[in-house]
């Protein structure tokens, strides 16, 4: 009865190729730079999986039975075509892609970094398609060792496992009011900041201001939140139309600017920056194609926030 692949080492038959090659244990060690009890251990692994010696000793050598004769050359062309597969991920092109990048990401990110993204691709890989698709914080970690998208950008998260990221740029806060806002007149100060309303993004009702640790810092207490929203573009819809704030994410506070009659004022305390991450899964960190999607995506998605400052 046949084993299922999931329990056959591949590595194995580079084992019995080597043996068949070098006519014994010590060759076959040397070649593959491994040590002769490994290589002795895997012969015996093999000799259970084929259900024969397929080696037998005689004086110096090491000879092929009768099986190991008759299934070698397959062998052999099977590990070829391996390596010839290999060699050509290496050096794979682009242009010939015919895939979905699945990328997790806000709302936020989507209006910053789906334009330059998809501008990218369309030279580089035309035939390449996104779906962009939220990851709940929780999530996380799931949906990357599903499967379920290959990368998340997002704020710094704490991760485990064998979920990796690297920073790949930095957001600052802006101050968005409605144009002819009587505060536009003038440089934004704090006070004045403090003493207007203001309109919140989150997506639970009961959350917290997550900036209130830097207003407590500052000695000031809560902000007087007269809306909670679930969407920036909502949110800053209703301060184009009101005298109330929306603090947010500069780069996409510029966007909006564009399509909504809005001023942009730095934040008039000093905050640190919002750091955005990349993240992925460690099994797939040396797949030259995902290596690709993670050039692609910060040299061509994340220049929209460089751009922005």
């Given at each position: ?227 909670r929203c679930q969407h920036y573009f909502a949110a800053a819809n209703v301060v184009a139309h009101g005298d109330a704030l929306l603090t947010l994410p500069r780069t996409y ?5 564009r399509a909504l009659p809005l001023v942009l004022r730095p934040l008039p305390v000093a905050a640190p920056p919002l750091a955005i991450w990349m993240y992925w899964h460690a ?27």
């Open positions: 009865m046949a084993l299922p692949l999931s329990r056959i080492d591949l590595n194995l038959f580079r084992v019995m190729d080597a043996v068949y090659e070098q006519g014994g244990i010590s060759g076959a060690a040397r070649h593959l730079h491994l040590s002769q009890p490994a290589v002795s251990h895997a012969l015996a692994r093999l000799r259970q999986l084929w259900g024969d010696p397929l080696f037998v000793r005689q004086g110096n050598r090491m000879v092929p039975t009768e099986l190991t004769r008759r299934v070698i050359g397959a062998v052999q062309a099977h590990l070829l075509g391996l390596q010839s597969l290999m060699a050509q991920a290496d050096t794979f092109d682009p242009g010939t892609l015919s895939m979905t990048l699945r990328l997790g990401m806000r709302d936020v990110l989507e209006a910053i970094t789906l334009p330059p993204l998809m501008a990218s691709l369309a030279q580089t890989a035309p035939h390449v398609k996104l779906a962009s698709v939220r990851v709940p914080h929780d999530a996380l970690e799931r949906t990357l060792t599903l499967g379920e998208v290959d990368l998340v950008i997002d704020r710094q998260r704490r991760v485990a496992g064998r979920i990796k990221g690297v920073h790949v740029a930095d957001e600052t806060l802006g101050v968005l009011m409605r144009k002819g806002h009587r505060l536009a007149k003038r440089p934004l100060d704090a006070t004045a900041y403090f003493a207007s309303q203001h309109v919140m993004v989150t997506l639970q009702p009961d959350q917290p201001d997550p900036l209130q640790s830097l207003w407590a810092a500052l000695g000031q207490g809560e902000r007087e939140v007269i809306l506070a510029e966007e909006l600017t099994d797939r960190d040396g797949d030259p194609v995902h290596r690709w999607m993670r050039d692609s995506v910060t040299a061509g998605a994340l220049h929209g926030l460089r751009s922005g400052r």
